[in-house]
């Protein structure tokens, strides 16, 4: 379900930010200090999505932050609208969405926060948020049934 | 001119993000999403720098950059001379022909928290401003010294209890009023000023192209509600600034060559002030019965205001 073959080389999520014991003390970190976000030339980067980029491991593209998170949002294809509400207000860039289409969710940079389900406008919700273990098959059978209007 | 279109979601949401994700800002921070509607609201080259700030600590965290642009830090407070500095060099090479691709469009931005705009980087700020150069100075307003604990910073309003101005039986917390920002920026003469917030994204992409647009010196003051210290639950980020902009403790409006004051969102309904600071755990105390002073004060100050912007806006002065 949320298989996303969007990167053929994908390098996302390969270092821990909290990188323990190899780490430089204050007083060994070089004083002022270039870090280059890509690989070789950066030009027209604007214009390239995501999987076309070429990051250094200095790009915090290739850290991870999953382990901060204890809700995680599941996402339901079949509800989705496709209003990029999630988009514009995940401040985490985690949701991925390509040519207007919402294809789901970035694991490995999403801290789980529930903005998105919030200010999703569907009826039920395409996105809740699950217990960071559950499986999404559980999640998705659990999902809610839409909710009627109620009569004034 | 390289600008994207913002004319519905659907069509903004097929720019690139430029702003990577696992920075280590809370979960929840509006900092990010303000960030984020600024680069994607345009294709340009940026060159930007930061001042000390939540968004500064968070997004170089070494050996980790979350910047997919030109991005610098220098200082605390000096984020608009190093922007300048930016600018300047950046014409002068393209004078002397020393640049490999002169015709490139290159913008310049600065980022400060509300303790780095209102306080510590003021007097850079306004240097920057009086000498006009080509920049945007985008202060993220969350009304306290967030990154260092929650302290009171000149932006923090009335009633708001802050670690160093605590509410308790002696106090009803923050009893100095926010300082007006936005009209100290507008009497430079600048250009193009606003007042910002991340929830009516198409109002901001706008007043962001506008501001990256307008030749010389642009500020835009953004709300950024704090979950941290603000108190309220990481996902009400967006209904918090929803309540923050209904009830007008936030207006959103901008002003042009430091007269021409345009209200870029009216609400339809104007919301009490109680709905948003209720929502709030830093102003839970005010609504016990010997605070219910301070919220009447509030609002009064909020009417005054709003009555004075309305004014303002029909007089063009």
């Known amino acids: ?152 | 001119m390289a600008i994207t279109s913002i004319k519905n979601l659907k069509e903004f949401s097929t720019n690139n993000d430029r702003f990577e994700g696992a920075h280590t800002l809370c979960p929840g921070c509006a900092h990010s999403m303000i960030v984020r509607e600024l680069m994607n609201c345009t294709d340009d080259n940026l060159v930007m720098t930061a001042n000390t700030g939540c968004l500064e600590v968070s997004t170089a965290v070494y050996p980790f950059t979350t910047w997919d642009t030109s991005w610098m830090h220098i200082g605390f407070e000096n984020a608009a001379s190093s922007v300048t500095g930016s600018e300047v060099m950046h014409r002068v090479r393209k004078k002397k022909g020393t640049l490999p691709d002169p015709d490139a469009p290159v913008k310049f931005v600065a980022w400060g928290g509300d303790g780095s705009t209102f306080d510590i980087g003021f007097q850079w700020l306004s240097g920057a401003m009086e000498r006009g150069h080509n920049f945007v100075y985008v202060c993220l307003d969350n009304e306290n010294y967030a990154n260092t604990g929650g302290q009171r910073s000149s932006a923090t309003p009335i009633g708001s209890t802050t670690s160093t101005a605590p509410a308790g039986t002696h106090s009803y917390g923050e009893k100095q009023k926010k300082k007006d920002i936005v009209a100290i920026m507008a009497a430079h003469d600048a250009p193009y000023v606003a007042q910002l917030a991340p929830n009516k994204w198409k109002i901001m992409a706008k007043g962001f192209q506008k501001a990256l647009d307008t030749e010389g010196p642009c500020f835009i003051n953004t709300v950024s509600p704090c979950c941290t210290e603000w108190r309220f639950d990481p996902k009400d980020t967006i209904t918090i600034t929803d309540l923050a902009t209904d009830s007008l403790m936030f207006p959103v409006y901008e002003i042009i060559n430091g007269h021409e004051l345009n209200i870029l969102y009216r609400p339809k309904n104007v919301l009490k002030v109680e709905d948003y600071l209720g929502a709030q755990g830093r102003y839970k105390h005010l609504f016990k019965a010997e605070n219910k002073h301070v919220i009447d004060k509030i609002q009064k100050d909020i009417n005054e205001y709003w009555d004075m912007l309305q004014r303002r806006e029909e007089a063009r002065i």
């Open chain 1, 1 to 152: 379900m949320q298989d996303l073959k969007l990167l053929a080389q994908d390098n996302r999520g390969l270092y821990q930010l909290e990188a323990g014991e190899d780490l430089l003390g204050w007083h060994e970190v070089t004083q002022g200090s270039i870090l280059p976000s890509f690989e070789g030339d950066a030009t027209g980067i604007a214009n390239m999505k995501q999987e076309e980029r070429n990051y250094s491991h200095y790009n915090s593209y290739t850290a991870t932050v999953a382990s901060w998170r204890v809700l995680k949002p599941v996402y339901n294809r079949d509800i989705c609208i496709d209003c990029q509400n999630c988009w514009v207000w995940c401040p985490d860039t985690s949701i991925i969405s390509r040519d207007k289409q919402m294809l789901g969710i970035d694991y490995d940079h999403c801290k789980g926060c529930g903005v998105c389900v919030e200010v999703c406008p569907t009826n039920p919700k395409s996105l809740l948020m699950f217990g960071e273990h559950s499986s999404f098959e559980d999640a998705l059978s659990q999902w809610p049934e839409k909710k009627k209007k109620e009569k004034k």
